[in-house]
Nanobody, 112 residues
């Protein structure tokens, strides 16, 4: 059974950092594009990172390039989103997905 579970969200001040986790089960994360997305309060959704470990592919959206990155621990079968220099405009619910499989999301609020 394919399962993705995000964690690590919370309230952070502008300029702060957070590391989100996406624990996966039922498949090997090395064999698929593993993506991080976010949904803003206005319901707009944005794909921000893609990672395909087997093919050594990593894509970062221009809106977060230089501040966010993604990495994985293949032993733990977990994908991470490292977010630095957070801004209030990064406030959103963050989701990881593999194709049509999505986690439940984790909320990130950037506010002073």
């Amino acid at each position: 059974q394919v399962r993705l579970v995000e964690s690590g969200g919370g309230l952070v001040q502008p300029g702060g950092s957070l590391r989100l986790s996406c624990e996966c089960s039922g498949f090997d994360i090395q064999d698929y594009y593993m993506n991080w997305n976010r949904q803003f309060p206005n319901d707009e959704r944005e794909l921000i990172t893609s990672l395909f470990i087997r093919h050594n592919v990593k894509n970062i959206a221009g809106s977060v390039e230089g501040r966010f990155t993604t990495e994985a621990d293949v032993v733990k079968n977990t994908v991470y989103l490292q977010m630095n220099s957070l801004r209030p405009s990064d406030t959103a619910v963050y989701y990881c997905n593999r194709g049509n499989y999505w986690g439940q999301g984790t909320r990130v609020t950037v506010s002073s």
